[in-house]
């Protein structure tokens, strides 16, 4: 599974919904989406132990390096720093998604209140 593209595709779905002018059950659209929230936080959390154990990696690689400069070492260094990057990446697409999935969530309650 793709995960930013099921991202997308329940976003996608919440959007729709929040435009739609009908009476939803928007108590079941609630607890669809903070079903998603659950399932994605524990996503994010898997990633940022990951991320933090590359970041922890890199930092020992590089302050071996300093104490001695062995080719295998630095490689591995390199290694860690390219694998690092994407799950940096990866990981703020996470946070940042699950931030605005948070308001929708907001934009959902303001639906219940007025129906």
């Given at each position: 599974?793709?995960?930013?593209?099921?991202?997308?595709?329940?976003?996608s779905?919440i959007?729709?919904?929040?435009?739609?002018?009908?009476?939803?059950?928007?108590?079941?659209i609630?607890?669809?989406?903070?079903?998603m929230?659950k399932?994605?936080?524990?996503?994010?959390l898997?990633?940022?132990?990951?991320?933090l154990?590359?970041?922890?990696?890199?930092l020992?690689?590089?302050?071996?390096?300093?104490t001695?400069?062995?080719?295998?070492?630095?490689i591995?260094?390199?290694?860690?720093?390219?694998?690092?990057?994407?799950?940096?990446?990866?990981?703020?697409?996470?946070?940042n998604t699950?931030?605005?999935?948070?308001?929708?969530m907001?934009?959902?309650?303001?639906?219940i209140k007025?129906?």
């Amino acid at each position: 599974m793709h995960i930013k593209k099921y991202m997308k595709e329940h976003e996608s779905y919440i959007k729709e919904q929040l435009l739609k002018d009908g009476r939803q059950d928007w108590n079941r659209i609630k607890e669809k989406h903070e079903r998603m929230i659950k399932h994605m936080q524990h996503e994010r959390l898997i990633h940022l132990i990951v991320t933090l154990a590359f970041g922890l990696f890199l930092l020992i690689t590089f302050v071996s390096t300093l104490t001695k400069a062995y080719t295998l070492i630095m490689i591995l260094m390199g290694l860690f720093f390219v694998l690092l990057v994407p799950y940096l990446t990866h990981y703020f697409y996470l946070e940042n998604t699950i931030q605005h999935w948070y308001q929708l969530m907001d934009e959902i309650e303001k639906k219940i209140k007025k129906f």
